[in-house]
């Protein structure tokens, strides 16, 4: 099983409120990602969690907060977002993050900030 | 740090051969994806080859890896309407963390 799984699949949201984006993988992989991408371009690294730690924020504001509760889950919290936030949130995961790892992607959620 | 650099739009007909290309510019480089990505949908890994390797084929896919010019190339016999979406190279390197760099993908257009 390869599967990464994402909820929810659509999100709508004002300026003032706050959401959480969810992550799954059961395939005992050590590293989860959250990209952001934009339509037409490729992915944007946003964070790295390796072994439950946060290793990389690739300079994210700080309206965008990710926790990682277990090896198998990874969130996403949003609030006070703004309208160019609006994307495509992929989350992917890897056995580990040592360099030579392959990622599988979830189908992503789509966000739209009004 | 790395390039990576695809042609933006390919179009073939149906029953073709389509080839999409990509070049990056570490020669260190060890590890070449090709993801595939369909409307609204998030990124499917189709298939990866080595830096160790010239050559891999996967039933209708095969890359083929130029590592003295740095050139990957996706070949996709055979091609169907299904096989239209967005082709995404993305070039890794070992040790340290694994961040893949990925090109800006090339959107592959199937006509009947």
């Known amino acids: 099983d390869t599967e990464v799984t994402q909820t929810p699949k659509h999100l709508v949201m004002g300026m003032t409120n706050k959401k959480s984006l969810k992550c799954e993988q059961h395939?005992?992989?050590?590293?989860m990602y959250w990209y952001k991408q934009k339509a037409k371009k490729p992915p944007e690294l946003m964070f790295v969690?390796?072994?439950?730690?946060?290793?990389i924020n690739e300079s994210v504001p700080s309206r965008f907060s990710p926790e990682c509760p277990n090896s198998s889950l990874l969130n996403l919290h949003l609030h006070a977002l703004q309208p160019e936030d609006s994307a495509l949130y992929l989350c992917?995961?890897?056995?580990?993050?040592?360099?030579?790892?392959?990622?599988?992607f979830g189908p992503g959620t789509r966000l739209l900030v009004l | 740090g790395e390039d990576v650099e695809q042609s933006l739009f390919l179009s073939v007909r149906e029953g073709d051969s389509s080839v999409i290309n990509c070049t990056y510019t570490?020669?260190?480089?060890?590890?070449l994806y090709w993801y595939k990505q369909e409307p609204g949908a998030g990124l499917q890994l189709l298939t990866y080859?080595?830096?160790?390797?010239d050559m891999k084929q996967d039933q209708r896919l095969t890359v083929l890896l130029n590592k003295k010019d740095k050139h990957l190339s996706l070949r996709i016999a055979d091609t169907q309407t299904g096989d239209s979406a967005i082709y995404f190279c993305?070039?890794?390197?070992?040790?340290?963390?694994?961040?893949?760099?990925f090109g800006r993908g090339t959107s592959l257009i199937v006509h009947p």
């Open positions: 992917a995961s890897s056995q580990g993050s040592g360099g030579g790892e392959t990622q599988y």
């Open positions: 395939m005992g992989h050590r590293a």
């Open positions: 993305a070039v890794g390197t070992s040790g340290g963390s694994y961040i893949p760099t």
């Open positions: 969690y390796s072994y439950e730690k946060l290793s």
């Open positions: 570490d020669s260190s480089s060890t590890y």
């Open positions: 080859i080595f830096s160790n390797m």
